[in-house]
T-cell receptor, first 116, second 114 residues
Framework: AQKITQTQPGMFVQEKEAVTLDCTYD???????LFWYKQPSSGEMIFLIY??????QNATEGRYSLNFQKARKSANLVISASQLGDSAMYFC?????????????FGQGTRLTINP | DVKVTQSSRYLVKRTGEKVFLECVQD?????MFWYRQDPGLGLRLIYF???????EKGDIPEGYSVSREKKERFSLILESASTNQTSMYLC?????????????FGAGSRLTVL
């Protein structure tokens, strides 16, 4: 079974609108972390935001926020006031446990296109 | 400011060739990872290492091996390249600890096997 599911292969949004990228996860470990990465066309993976399973508040980083709904096992990324430079692939990822090598499991990705 | 360096950005190899993909990090991280990225499949973990000379299989280790002789270097080896190994390969590293321990990625190596 997929541990991380991103159901939106592609999304098109008008500049300056807010956008929500969906991510659901599956784990039985009570300790886990959720990550979002951005991959522009140049190919590098850029870390955006992190949410720990015990964090009480939703994570925020500038225009990025993570809508963490633990009971629903969802960790959607919200980008406010989208910009042309936000056009990229976005990956949701999960790390199970807080010890050891802490490998990440990634979703399939969502390609976001911002239209002027 | 480059922290994770992958030796080759683009490679073209022939079926059956032995291929080495090199990755070096300068952040003194304990953990290093090799992922491959394919359209529609996201990133899949091939191998990872949590210490020098230590390695563990990821989700898709078949056809690959790795080497970590020094803390800063993690090599991915394709003993006999096949066309289904044409892909983008991403190396990453992370520190130990109980916090976010974000993975830092290299720029990627795009391998084409003919």
């Amino acid at each position: 079974a997929q541990k991380i599911t991103q159901t939106q292969p592609g999304m098109f949004v008008q500049e300056k609108e807010a956008v929500t990228l969906d991510c659901t996860y599956d784990t039985s470990d009570p300790s886990y972390g959720l990550f979002w990465y951005k991959q522009p066309s140049s190919g590098e993976m850029i870390f955006l935001i992190y949410q720990g399973s015990y964090d009480q508040q939703n994570a925020t980083e500038g225009r990025y926020s993570l809508n963490f709904q633990k009971a629903r096992k969802s960790a959607n990324l919200v980008i406010s006031a989208s910009q042309l430079g936000d056009s990229a692939m976005y990956f949701c990822a999960m790390r199970e446990g807080f010890q050891g090598a802490q490998k990440l499991v990634f979703g399939q990705g969502t390609r976001l296109t911002i239209n002027p | 400011d480059v922290k994770v360096t992958q030796s080759s950005r683009y490679l073209v190899k022939r079926t059956g060739e032995k291929v080495f993909l090199e990755c070096v990090q300068d952040m003194d991280h304990e953990n290093m990872f090799w992922y491959r990225q394919d359209p529609g499949l996201g990133l899949r973990l091939i191998y990872f290492s949590y210490d020098v000379k230590m390695k563990e299989k990821g989700d898709i280790p078949e056809g690959y091996s790795v080497s970590r002789e020094k803390k800063e270097r993690f090599s991915l080896i394709l003993e006999s390249a096949s066309t289904n190994q044409t892909s983008m390969y991403l190396c990453a590293s992370s520190p130990n600890g109980s916090g976010a321990n974000v993975l830092t990625f290299g720029a990627g190596s795009r391998l084409t096997v003919l």
